[in-house]
C-alpha cells in the first residue's frame, strides 16, 4: 500500500527558509506525478509546485522561492522554501498522481494518494 509521510515543517520568520521532506513507501512502479498542496486556515488546497520526471511546475507565488525535488535512491520527494512570507501559512501536503492523467497539474482530484500533512507558519 502506497505511504506518504510529511516532516519538516514549523515556526520560521518571514525571509527564512525550510525545507519539507515527503517519504514515500508501498511503490511498485515509477509514480507518474509528485506534488506539494498547502492549505491555509479558512481557504481551499491549492498546489504549490509538481513534478513529472525531470519537468516541473509552480503556482506563481512560489516561483523563485520554492523548488521542488526527488531523491530516487531513498524514494523521497522534497520542497525546499526560501524568502518564506506570512502568506505561506498553512499545512503543507505530499501528494501522488500514480499514473497518466490528463487532468492540470494543480487539480488535486487528479492526485490519489495524500499524506497526513506537515504544518508551516511563518511568523515575527
Known amino acids: 500500500q502506497l505511504q506518504l509521510v510529511e516532516s519538516g515543517g514549523g515556526l520560521v520568520q518571514p525571509g527564512g527558509s525550510l525545507k519539507l521532506s515527503c517519504a514515500i513507501s508501498?511503490?511498485?512502479?515509477?509514480?507518474?506525478?509528485k506534488a506539494w498542496f498547502r492549505q491555509a486556515p479558512g481557504k481551499g488546497r491549492e498546489a504549490v509546485a509538481s513534478?513529472?520526471?525531470?519537468?516541473?511546475d509552480y503556482e506563481d507565488s512560489v516561483k523563485g522561492r520554492f523548488t521542488i525535488s526527488r531523491d530516487n535512491a531513498n524514494d523521497t520527494v522534497y520542497l525546499q522554501m526560501n524568502r518564506l512570507k506570512p502568506e505561506d501559512t498553512g499545512v503543507y501536503y505530499c501528494?501522488?498522481?500514480?499514473?497518466?492523467?490528463?487532468?492540470?497539474?494543480?487539480?488535486?482530484?487528479?492526485?490519489?494518494?495524500w499524506g497526513q500533512g506537515t504544518q508551516v507558519t511563518v511568523s515575527s
Open positions: 501528494a501522488v498522481r500514480r499514473h497518466f492523467d490528463v487532468r492540470e497539474w494543480y487539480n488535486p482530484r487528479g492526485f490519489d494518494t
Open positions: 513534478m513529472t520526471g525531470s519537468d516541473t
Open positions: 508501498g511503490s511498485t512502479h515509477e509514480l507518474y506525478r
